[in-house]
């Protein structure tokens, strides 16, 4: 086989992982509007815990630690496209714009220099 075949398959399958990524950050996004509902925080260490042990038990010998840090990674992007599920309809205060045409003396606590 040749590199370009090589590649070619490289390329498949990374179409592949990023529509199974797709789809796993789909359900992520329906658990957050789950979590939402019922008042339930974002973060579950032990069900993170319990991915990993599940994710390192069947992965080969020599990928354990490569798929354990892939699933962290992967499970740290979960809980950030949950937060932002979670915060979408929060009505935040917004900061006024700053007023760069106003002089005035700032004061700082500590030695000059």
């Known amino acids: 086989m040749d590199l370009n075949q090589l590649r070619n398959d490289i390329d498949k399958l990374d179409k592949e992982i990023l529509s199974a990524f797709e789809k796993r950050m789909d359900l992520c996004r329906q658990v957050a509007l789950y979590?939402?509902?019922?008042?339930?925080?974002?973060?579950?260490?032990?069900?993170?815990?319990?991915?990993?042990?599940?994710?390192?038990?069947?992965?080969?010998e020599h990928l354990k630690d490569g798929s354990a840090a892939l699933f962290t990674e992967i499970m740290d992007i979960s809980?950030?496209?949950?937060?932002?599920?979670?915060?979408?309809?929060?009505?935040?205060?917004?900061?006024?714009?700053?007023?760069?045409?106003c002089t005035g003396k700032i004061g700082c606590q500590g030695t000059s220099g």
């Open 79 to 101: 809980k950030c496209l949950q937060q932002q599920e979670l915060l979408k309809e929060k009505d935040f205060i917004r900061p006024l714009p700053l007023n760069m045409n």
């Open 35 to 60: 979590k939402k509902e019922n008042n339930l925080p974002i973060f579950q260490e032990g069900r993170e815990k319990e991915i990993i042990k599940k994710v390192r038990d069947r992965s080969p």
